[in-house]
């Protein structure tokens, strides 16, 4: 019986390799990459999918939860809380589906945003009756480094200029939206990671 | 070329799941199991390391840190303060030796002790110039669970029943030979476990 592992997936090289880990393990890996509608920017996550041969599925989360979180960046003047914000509610939307035992992430040890603390992991899996897999929780930076370069070929940039399907995009463009520019909430240098290649 | 990992092994199922975790990322692990030459109770962490086809090596460490820890056990009431410091006393003189870059081990996020908070960790890795990998912190005890039902045969009892390759086995002797009985120090039915087969 193959144990499926439902993972929330953007096409960077964290969520990349956090797969590639779970299908050593022995996982049935389903990326899932979380839209709310604005932009078609799931179709590069879509794209890195294929690439690592992972099914993929799109999820459409309610509108209201981006609006909130665009609210928290523009009362923070920074995006920490919202980005977390959008991250718990895409665990949580896919934990509460009846036949998933198992969520993860590319959460890691040096990440400050998105992270789930101790109490907060072990809710997640409390309330929804799953197991919350963090593949690259006990790596730091190096660790990281060493195995991307062994497995994926990555395209790097500054966060406006990489087309990524991240939370991070659509928050932006919400925000232009109300007016207001990304680059007064988003720090300017940035650095994003696409996969864009198997080794 | 190949990327070896030191990686502090017990014999148990964790440090054990954590190895085999490692060799399918790709690296090449030695086994390190630590002694202070009070007990050959290593013998059954070799035991281990052969079932698992891992090269492993024994290594002894000064007996004041196995007395300092008595003294801690014996001061506290209990073992937590001295386990801990016997485990970062086991990686700094792993992560010490010249040629070693990477150090690793069976920590788990449910673990209460042996554990490095991310200062701790981060002051490791920085001292010795090395990378610190723990495998299984991003696991919880379900994931922990299937994965060690897939892989090993384990053999489980109590702590004081099991003959096992780990600190706890020295400290409560050393104790012992203080005239302290370790049942008023380490908690009565703390169940260790031993790998006993490869699946």
Known sequence: MPREVYHLFSGGKDSSLAALILKKLGYEVKLV????????????????????????????????????AAEMCIKDGRPGRAIQFIHEKALEFIASREYVERVSDGTRRDDRVPFLDIRKARSLEDRFNVAYIRPLLGLGFKTIRELVDDMFVVKEEESEKLEKGDYETELREILRKKGINPRSIFPPRHIQSRVIGLR
């Open 33 to 68: 990459t979380v839209t709310f509608g604005v932009l078609d920017n799931w179709k590069y996550a879509k794209e890195t999918a294929e690439i690592l041969g992972f099914e993929h599925e799109v999820v459409k989360m309610p509108i209201e939860i981006l609006e909130e």
